[in-house]
């Protein structure tokens, strides 16, 4: 058995820890759990522990465990790629988009974001280490992609969200997440009634303490949480 409680600890110090070293009040960074392919139950096993955000990749698999949880007041996070014949769910189920990398995603989720709810707050996902074989907004076109989402009614745009280039060398990590930083920071002078343009999403299980350094507000963290994925 996982023991999400010790887990949970363990992360929750290496966040402060990092907020620490880097100066940085640890209010600051939030933590998102990420529960791709892991059940419902445990879901619950960690939101019983006083966890709230929950990250998801995969529609359906979100949206069955959205309905076994359904008694919880939970707050779900889309994280994965995002086909555009799959918005209006995304749309209706979540109340975060890490994922938006192109216009026509951000027009329809706004479009289809129903009007009761509160508009759908959604980062920027830029392709920072500019992968050809990852999803993501070229760090050239976020200004104009930021253009975009700010003119559009129902959504909220809050920063920026990477998955850098798979490395173990610090320095190398460093530099993507310090990049990511700049942007957010050439962003916000280019959006500068924007006041809630306050999203930096990076940092994984693997490299938090390193991202939570360039200034990341949101912790996306799976597996030292959940465990290994199977
Ligand atoms: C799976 C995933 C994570 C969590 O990664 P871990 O290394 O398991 O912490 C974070 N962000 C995204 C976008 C993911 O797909």
Partial sequence: MTDFAQNLSSIRYKIQDACQAAGRPSSHVNLLAVSKTKPAE????VAALGQTHFGENYLQEALDKQAA???LDLVWHFIGPIQSNKTRPIAESFAWVHSVDRAKIAQRLSDQRPAHMPPLQVCIQVNISEEDSKSGCLPADVAKLASTIEALPNLNLRGLMAIPKATDNPVEQAAAFNKMQTLL???KSQLADNKQLDTLSMGM???MGTAIAAGS???RIGTALFGARG
């Fill in 217 to 219: 507000t949101i912790v």
């Fill in 42 to 45: 445990q879901v619950r096993a």
């Fill in 69 to 71: 949880l359904a008694d």
């Fill in 185 to 187: 920071t050439e962003l």
């Fill in 205 to 207: 299980s693997g490299d």
